[in-house]
């Protein structure tokens, strides 16, 4: 059975359509009582810009919304409700955040302080975006040439103890072209299939 399309999605591009996209999309989610990342998702899988004009908004609005922009509290959270602006950093009255820094190093608290107040579908966007970049960064550390790609790895390396022979023993491990491929596209079909279930989860969220 299709999942039933929420009644504030229609709702939040009536109030777009009525300032003319001139209004912050952090402004719509707070009168709809929604995440800010929810009213994005909406508004780029919907076209909003091309529904209100038959093209899209200039950069300089975007740049705007994204300079107005405040940091939100996760939804149904009360522990990190008002966090930003009125708990400082190293409060513990926070439940939560206490029992954080129990268990992290004095110097990830900073990390968690910020990543409490993330709203999940920001946090599985960015998740999207590092995932699809080490895909693409891959290509250029994996890259097999050509058939006759060999790559010579040392292993181990000692000094020889024979009486006659001189020097050092070293033992190669050579990494034929084929091998290498093969390699290569397991791991981009495992990272592939983790960005595809990411992509679903976030459409499915928004």
Request: positive net charge.
């Amino acid at each position: 059975m299709p999942r039933q399309r929420s009644p504030n999605r229609g709702k939040a591009f009536e109030i777009y359509k009525e300032n003319d996209g001139n209004i912050d999309l952090v402004k719509i989610a707070e009168i709809l009582n929604l995440s800010p990342g929810t009213i994005r998702g909406w508004k780029n899988k919907d076209k909003w810009d091309t529904k209100l004009n038959g093209t899209f908004q200039k950069k300089s609005v975007k740049n705007t919304e994204r300079s107005k922009r405040k940091k939100g509290a996760q939804p149904k959270n009360k522990n990190s409700k008002g966090h930003v602006s009125s708990v400082p950093k190293g409060n513990k009255n926070a439940e939560t955040h206490g029992f954080f820094s129990k268990i992290f190093p004095p110097e990830a608290i900073d990390i968690v302080e910020d990543i409490m107040v993330k709203d999940p579908l920001d946090m599985l966007w960015e998740n999207i975006i590092i995932q699809y970049t080490a895909i693409a960064r891959s290509q250029r550390i994996m890259n097999v040439k050509n058939q006759e790609d060999l790559t010579k790895v040392l292993k181990r390396e000692k000094e020889s103890s024979g009486e006659t022979s001189e020097g050092w023993e070293k033992e190669y491990e050579l990494q034929f072209a084929w091998d290498k491929q093969a390699t290569f596209s397991q791991a981009q079909s495992r990272a592939m299939s983790e960005l595809r279930s990411l992509i679903k989860q976030y459409w499915i969220m928004i």
